[in-house]
Nanobody
Framework: QVQLVESGGGLVQAGGSLRLSCAAS????????MGWFRQAPGKEREFVAVVSRSGGSTYYPDSVKGRFTISRDNAESTVYLQMNSLKPEDTAVYYCAAAPHFTPLLSGYNLWGQGTQVTVSS
């Protein structure tokens, strides 16, 4: 079983950058596709990015494409989310998650971290 712990959230001005990290415990990290989701107050949790087991494939929704980059280091059992050109609408709690299949669907993820708050001020 993999346990996930996010870090790197904080307060940043619009146009700024943050890098989130998600450290995984357990020896099966490389067997999972890894995703990032976010949830703003009063809204549903939404997909942000996914990276394949090897790191060779990624997928983003249009809302973050070109601004966010997901990557992973299997030797360090860590997945990252580099967020550039941040906007106030990116404010949310960000969660990393693990899935057996490469998917943007929330229902496809069966392991979740506790989340880290990202706040973008205007």
């Amino acid at each position: 079983q993999v346990q996930l712990v996010e870090s790197g959230g904080g307060l940043v001005q619009a146009g700024g950058s943050l890098r989130l990290s998600c450290a995984a415990s357990g020896r099966t990290f490389s067997s999972y596709h890894m995703g990032w989701f976010r949830q703003a107050p009063g809204k549903e949790r939404e997909f942000v990015a996914v990276v394949s087991r090897s790191g060779g494939s990624t997928y983003y929704p249009d809302s973050v494409k070109g601004r966010f980059t997901i990557s992973r280091d299997n030797a360090e059992s860590t997945v990252y989310l580099q967020m550039n050109s941040l906007k106030p609408e990116d404010t949310a709690v960000y969660y990393c998650a693990a899935a057996p299949h490469f998917t943007p669907l929330l229902s496809g993820y069966n392991l979740w971290g506790q989340g880290t708050q990202v706040t973008v001020s205007s």
